[in-house]
């Protein structure tokens, strides 16, 4: 099965700064899909931003961009101009894109803390 | 659209109590989840559904936990007899199942055994 490592618990960032959030990945599958979910207080998961394996493009969402290395399975999201409603747990997830394999693969999340 | 709903938000039951949780999955969505969050074990998948046929029940925990998809629009998770360490928020999400679509998530139930 696959793996979705998140290596940071809790990050901190000072309002309009920029943050970046670490993901890494396990598979050995060459066409899959990468997400980034937002999670706030109110427990809601929304989907901050995806990334399609073959695209070499960096996916960009406004203040929200990731970093995607393919051949490192490496997928950190940035977050610039941070705002007080970006404070959330963040979750990585992983999607094959194979028929037989829909299900996602999510990492343990990270909790970001906005400072005024 | 109404996104997915689930039924009810807040669960309170004694323990030995069937707890019964409900989902509404997007329409048109052809697969749907459930998960289980709780602070010890983070996010957790329980079982899923394509075409409202079981894939993959590994995730569930124990002979208590029951789910069933009797149609493309309802699904449901049952625990039964239900105890205090299934206290935690359960998730159901739906997708289209082909394709670099995301999962959408309903608002949770959060379930608490006394």
């Known amino acids: 099965a696959q793996t979705v490592t998140q290596s940071q618990p809790e990050m901190s960032v000072q309002e309009a700064e920029t943050v970046t959030l670490s993901c890494t990945y396990d598979?050995?599958?060459?066409?899959?899909?990468l997400f980034w979910y937002k999670q706030p207080p109110s427990r809601q998961m929304i989907l901050v931003i995806r990334?399609?394996?073959?695209?070499?493009q960096n996916a960009t969402e406004n203040r929200f961009s990731v970093n995607f290395q393919k051949a490192a399975k490496s997928f950190s999201l940035k977050i610039s101009d941070s705002q007080l409603g970006d404070a959330a747990m963040y979750f990585c997830?992983?999607?094959?894109?194979?028929?037989?394999?829909?299900?996602?693969?999510f990492g343990t999340g990270t909790s970001l803390t906005v400072i005024p | 659209d109404a996104g997915v709903i689930q039924s009810p938000r807040h669960e309170v039951t004694e323990m030995g109590q069937e707890v019964t949780l409900r989902c509404k999955p997007i329409s048109g969505h052809n697969s749907l989840f459930w998960y289980r969050q709780t602070m010890m074990r983070g996010l957790e998948l329980l079982i899923y559904?394509?075409?409202?046929?079981?894939?993959?029940d590994s995730g569930m925990p124990e002979d208590r936990f029951s789910a069933k998809m009797p149609n493309a629009s309802f699904s449901t998770l049952k625990i039964q007899p239900s105890e205090p360490r299934d206290s935690a928020v359960y998730f159901c999400?739906?997708?289209?199942?082909?394709?670099?679509?995301?999962?959408?998530f309903g608002p949770g139930t959060r379930l608490t055994v006394t």
């Open positions: 990334q399609e394996a073959y695209k070499q």
């Open positions: 997830a992983y999607r094959s894109a194979r028929w037989t394999g829909n299900q996602f693969y």
């Open positions: 999400a739906s997708s289209y199942r082909e394709g670099s679509y995301e999962q959408y």
């Open positions: 559904f394509n075409n409202n046929v079981p894939i993959d």
């Open positions: 598979t050995s599958e060459s066409d899959y899909y």
